[in-house]
């Protein structure tokens, strides 16, 4: 689906419907079809209308190629870049090695659950320690932040 129609459907189309439901109804009535009319208004108005408006970019989503979520569909493409410029010969495999750490390391970083909670006891510099009151997930995220400072440096 083209971005285009996407953001359309996303954004307008509940209104276009609104548009459409009124000519139609308002042409049954004019031609004598009251019980068109009825049907077409309940329809148009109190069904796909509100459905369109409150729940548009799920439904443009369902359409789409990319998904409902764009985050994991970039993790992914990194990952089969990754792989596509290995397969290619673009990056050997040491370079591929690394990348791949970095990706991984990356995701892993993200995910963490222990974010904000060590005590100000614990140090992070390189060769310091962890107190008893951490637990060992917390001592492996550290060595691990280590690890990735002293490789950026």
């Not at 307008?12 to 079809?33: K, P, Q, Y």
């Not at 009319?37 to 108005?45: F, N, Q, R, T, Y």
């Not at 222990?114 to 060595?143: F, R």
Request: net charge negative; aromatic share 10%.
């Amino acid at each position: 689906m083209g971005e285009r129609l996407r953001e359309f459907v996303a954004d307008d189309c509940w209104l276009l419907i609104g548009v459409v439901t009124f000519a139609l109804v308002s042409l049954a009535g004019v031609a004598g079809f009251s019980t068109l009319a009825g049907v077409v208004s309940i329809v148009g108005w109190f069904l796909l209308t509100p459905i369109f408006l409150f729940w548009g970019d799920e439904i443009a989503s369902l359409f789409d190629d990319r998904g409902v979520s764009d985050s994991h569909s970039s993790e992914s493409d990194a990952y089969e870049e990754l792989k596509r410029r290995y397969a290619a010969g673009e990056i050997d495999e040491d370079e591929f090695e690394r990348r791949l750490d970095r990706l991984v390391a990356a995701d892993d970083s993200f995910d963490g659950p222990d974010w904000g909670t060590e005590s100000p006891s614990a140090t992070n510099e390189p060769g310091g320690s962890i107190t008893a009151d951490h637990p060992p997930a917390v001592a492996d995220e550290v060595d691990e932040r280590d690890r990735t400072r002293e490789f950026e440096q």
